[in-house]
């Protein structure tokens, strides 16, 4: 682990592209990135807790939703890899998101309209054609302006995403619930329709990022791909998000089933993002005491209790405390995700980095826990018994971390920011 004077002497210098921009200049980007980041989760939050319980408004079974929103991820690992490839070899990641922000929204503007499993389905593939992308192509930009700063934290400018999440579902929550709860209450995708075109017209006014060192070539990729540290720690984080699955798809649901309103999903649901947001806030402090091993352990055995004890939850007190644990869990599981990201992938495959987790761990678990999660719903009764077990799948990268995390970081220090992994130099240069 590095000290803070190693870290500063290994950090790269302030790239020539930002040396033209004044520190008013870089201090506007910063907020427009963090404004970004609020929209685009509030937009998440609005899929992750009102999609489902709008499609079954519409009159859709758990299978139909599992098979429209299995989908989304199919159809977007290819998508995310492409867009990132075309970042990284242009260097111009700005302009890669500036583009892919307006190819997802226009899809949504039929989503009010459409109101079969058919139609439904051709707005989601047409829809994440780009929208996977957006997350390591801003990602990428952040990276590149924090760089560019010289100070700062990927956590600590990530952390409005969060408060997007909970500022968008509470405010959504709200309508819905003033509306009556109606059944596929058309408020909700024509809220989804607004927050995209509000992100996707913030993004044609970011400046472009510095350029990586080079561009990247193709034994750089090579090199990416046949990194067994790299691998494994896809593996691991896959295993987990098949386990979140049940969460990412069928929560609202299950709050409905609950009895619950769906104001309850921005108020009673308020201490989890808070926790979440905090721990962004507090991560750059346990990444110099901990590695990413320890911290991925953590947030799995978090989550673990998390999914145990919600299967067997049904008061709206148990449920927001739980939230709390889930909000701690899955900062910490993001905080460690960039760290092993940075730690295991040089910076001018950043992009490729980023949107090979987007495309394996996030396409890949969604596309498989979706459709397993939609059909568990209706043959096990509702989605109780699916957090069930979830618990005992995330008990799986849990054991592979405590045995194998030290494989992360075997040479004993992080890569600086911008800073090719050590490993992965020794590679490149055989």
């Known amino acids: 682990m590095q000290s803070e004077a190693q870290r500063e002497e290994s950090s790269p210098a302030r790239p020539p592209a930002a040396e033209g921009q004044g520190g008013g200049a870089l201090l506007l980007t910063g907020l427009k990135l963090k404004l970004f980041y609020f929209l685009f989760y509030g937009a998440v939050g609005v899929y992750v807790m009102f999609f489902a319980p709008y499609l079954r408004g519409l009159g859709f079974t758990g299978e139909q939703i599992g098979l429209v929103t299995m989908l989304s991820p199919s159809v977007g690992i290819a998508a995310t890899l492409a867009w990132a490839v075309i970042a990284d070899r242009i260097g111009a990641a700005t302009r890669a998101l500036r583009l892919c922000a307006v190819v997802a929204l226009l899809p949504l503007l039929y989503l009010p309209f459409a109101r079969t499993p058919l139609a439904v389905g051709a707005v989601i593939v047409l829809h994440n054609l780009a929208a996977p992308a957006i997350v390591p192509l801003i990602d990428s930009v952040t990276f590149e302006w924090l760089r560019a700063r010289g100070a700062g934290s990927y956590t600590r400018t990530r952390l409005f995403g969060t408060l997007g999440g909970l500022a968008v579902v509470q405010g959504l929550g709200m ?84 009895g619950m309103p769906s104001s309850f999903m921005g108020l009673g649901l308020a201490g989890g993002s808070i926790a979440e947001a905090l721990m962004m806030f507090v991560f750059p402090a346990l990444e110099r005491r901990f ?128 800073e090719p992994a050590p490993h992965l130099v020794a590679e490149q240069q055989k």
């Open 175 to 258: 309508v819905l619930t003033s509306r009556g709860e109606r059944a596929g209450d058309i408020a909700m995708p024509i809220a989804l329709l607004g927050i995209v075109a509000a992100y996707a017209l913030l993004a044609q006014t970011l400046p472009p990022a510095p350029p990586a060192d080079r561009p990247p070539n193709a034994r750089d990729l090579r090199a990416l791909a046949g990194d067994g540290r790299l691998r494994l720690f896809l593996f691991v984080c896959v295993l987990h998000w098949v386990s979140f699955a049940p969460y990412d798809l069928l929560f609202g649901v299950f709050l409905r089933d609950r």
């Open 291 to 418: 590695k990413v091993g320890p911290l991925l352990a953590m947030a799995f055995a978090g989550m673990a209790v998390r999914w145990g004890l919600l299967s067997v939850s049904h008061g709206a007190l148990s449920i927001a405390v739980l939230q709390i644990l889930h909000g701690v869990a899955a900062g910490l599981f993001w905080g460690a995700v960039v760290r092993g990201i940075g730690d295991l992938v040089p910076a001018r495959l950043r992009v490729t980095g980023h949107a090979l987790f987007a495309a394996v761990v996030v396409g890949g678990g969604n596309t498989i826990g979706y459709r397993l999660a939609g059909i568990g719903y209706d043959r096990l009764g509702g989605a109780g018994a699916l957090f069930g077990l979830a618990m005992f799948l995330e008990l799986v990268p849990l054991v592979l971390v405590l045995l194998l995390g030290r494989r992360f970081n075997p040479e004993g220090r992080h890569a600086a920011p911008g």
